[in-house]
T-cell receptor
C-alpha cells in the first residue's frame, strides 16, 4: 500500500541552525510528493512539492528532492528562523485520489 | 475568494449525539476531502469526492457519512458520536490532476464526552 514515514519529533533547534526532517515513502506507481506546514491553530499549507524523480521542490528557503532510488523526500533548510516553528507533514499522492500523510514533525526554533 | 471554510470551529458532543460538520469552497474545485488529525498519527482520510454526486471512502470511514449535492459543499455527518471520534477535522479541496495543491480549511475541533 501507500504510506509515508516521517522522522519523529519534536525537533528543537537554535536560530540559524541547519534543518533536516527525514521522510521516506512506500508507493505503487509514480506518486507526487509534498511537504505541508501547519502553524499553531491553523490548517495545513503547501510548502513545496515534486512530481517526478529527481525533481527539487523549493520555497521560503526550504528544499526537498524526490529520490526514487531511496524512496525519500527529505526536507532541508540551511538556516532556520523562529518563525519556522510549526509542524511539518510529508505527504504523497499516487495516481488516484487517496493522499497519505506522515505523522508530522514538530519543529521549535529558539532565539 | 474565501477559500475553504468550515463551521463550527469548536464543538462538544455527548456520546450518541449526531451532528454535521460543514465545509464549503468557492474555488470551483472538483475534489473535496475530509481528514481527521490525531496526535502522532498525522492526517487520515475519512471520505472524499471527485465531483458532485460522487463520494468514496478513505482510510477511516466508519461512523461518518458524506454527500456532495453541489460542487461547493461537502458536509460530514456523525450519526452517533463516540469518544473515539474526538479529533480535529479538516476539509480540503483541489482541482483535478494529481499534481495540484490541496487547500485546507481552518479545522473543527470536536470533543465527544
Amino acid at each position: 500500500g501507500n504510506s509515508v514515514t516521517q522522522m519523529e519529533g519534536p525537533v528543537t533547534l537554535s536560530e540559524e541552525a541547519f534543518l533536516t526532517i527525514n521522510c521516506t515513502y512506500t508507493a505503487t506507481g509514480y506518486p507526487s510528493l509534498f511537504w505541508y506546514v501547519q502553524y499553531p491553530g491553523e490548517g495545513l499549507q503547501l510548502l513545496l512539492k515534486a512530481t517526478k524523480a529527481d525533481d527539487k521542490g523549493s520555497n521560503k528557503g526550504f528544499e526537498a528532492t524526490y529520490r526514487k532510488e531511496t524512496t525519500s523526500f527529505h526536507l532541508e533548510k540551511g538556516s532556520v528562523q523562529v518563525s519556522d516553528s510549526a509542524v511539518y507533514f510529508c505527504a504523497l499522492r499516487p495516481s488516484n485520489n487517496d493522499m497519505r500523510f506522515g505523522a508530522g514533525t514538530r519543529l521549535t526554533v529558539k532565539p | 475568494n474565501a477559500g475553504v471554510t468550515q463551521t463550527p470551529k469548536f464543538q462538544v458532543l455527548k456520546t450518541g449525539q449526531s451532528m454535521t460538520l460543514q465545509c464549503a469552497q468557492d474555488m470551483n474545485h472538483e475534489y473535496m476531502s475530509w481528514y481527521r488529525q490525531d496526535p502522532g498519527m498525522g492526517l487520515r482520510l475519512i471520505h472524499y469526492s471527485v465531483g458532485a454526486g460522487i463520494t468514496d471512502q478513505g482510510e477511516v470511514p466508519n461512523g461518518y457519512n458524506v454527500s456532495r449535492s453541489t460542487t461547493e459543499d461537502f458536509p460530514l455527518r456523525l450519526l452517533s458520536a463516540a469518544p473515539s471520534q474526538t479529533s480535529v477535522y479538516f476539509c480540503a479541496s483541489r482541482s483535478a490532476g494529481s499534481y495540484n495543491e490541496q487547500f485546507f480549511g481552518p479545522g473543527t475541533r470536536l470533543t465527544v464526552l
